[in-house]
């Protein structure tokens, strides 16, 4: 069974800074492209950034320069660094490991609030 395990949301002030992590299994970590996605209420889920196995990353244009996306292979976890927070960054993020063919595993998600 596939497991992403999420985790470093949070409340935090506009203009702050929060570090999300994503763990899984070697073997979904080291095959697939991992990425992080967000939805905020009432909107459809939207992509924030990706890493390929061979660390290739690509991001949603309004957040680069913010956003950093990055993985540590000895600990099988993709984490996604966001800086200079806004209230509109505001939203559930899933961790995503798109395999080869297409397939989608999903975390949980995890909430952050942007707001003072």
């Known amino acids: 069974q596939v497991q992403l395990v999420e985790s470093g949301g949070g409340l935090v002030q506009p203009g702050g800074s929060l570090r999300l992590s994503c763990a899984t299994s070697?073997?979904?970590?080291?095959?697939?492209?991992m990425g992080w996605y967000r939805q905020a209420t009432g909107k459809q889920r939207e992509l924030v950034a990706t890493i390929t196995p061979s660390g290739i990353t690509n991001y949603r244009d309004s957040l680069q320069g913010r956003f950093a996306i990055s993985r540590d292979v000895a600990k099988n976890t993709v984490y996604l660094e966001m800086n200079s927070l806004k209230p509109e960054d505001t939203a559930v993020y899933y961790c995503n490991a798109r395999t080869g063919s297409g397939f989608d595993y999903w975390g949980q998600g995890t909430q952050v609030t942007v707001s003072s």
């Open positions: 070697g073997s979904i970590f080291n095959w697939n492209t």
